[in-house]
């Protein structure tokens, strides 16, 4: 899906992906990926969210939003737990909201035995 451009809705609910390139691709209203897996690298890159956007389900190996334009920062959402593998390197996230149990990396608790 590199380089393309939905005009409309684009919905990927349960979609499973091995890899996904969203590279510079340009979501105009709703991008919607409601329990979709992606169980490789998935690249997002430079890609221009100008409406609603919706994530759950699971982000399994390195995925990028480097550079990703949110316009609609306060209809962005990322209700997922595990954000470990997620780079948002250079992307503004002011105002996207993320799920209350969102983590950044896994918690270790030191125990002893």
């Known amino acids: 899906f590199a380089w ?5 809705e684009a919905y990927f609910g349960e979609a499973k992906f091995k890899e996904a390139s ?3 691709t340009t979501f105009s209203e709703l991008a ?5 897996t992606f169980s490789g690298e998935a690249n997002f890159d430079q890609a221009t969210f100008s409406g ?10 390195e ?9 609609g920062k306060e209809k ?9 593998c997620i780079s948002f390197m250079n992307t503004d996230l002011t ?4 799920n ?4 950044w990396g896994l918690i270790r608790t030191n125990s002893r035995q």
């Not at 393309?4 to 409309?8: E, I, L, P, Q, R």
């Not at 919607?32 to 979709?36: D, V």
């Not at 209350?100 to 983590?103: F, G, I, T, V």
């Open 63 to 71: 995925t990028k939003f480097n550079y990703a334009l949110f316009e």
């Open 4 to 8: 393309a451009k939905f005009s409309g």
């Open 52 to 61: 609603e956007a919706y994530f759950s389900g699971q982000f399994n190996n």
């Open 22 to 24: 969203f590279f510079y």
């Open 76 to 84: 962005v959402i990322f209700d997922i737990e595990d954000l470990s």
């Open 100 to 103: 209350e149990k969102a983590r």
């Open 95 to 98: 105002g996207v909201r993320f």
């Open 32 to 36: 919607h990926f409601y329990k979709a």
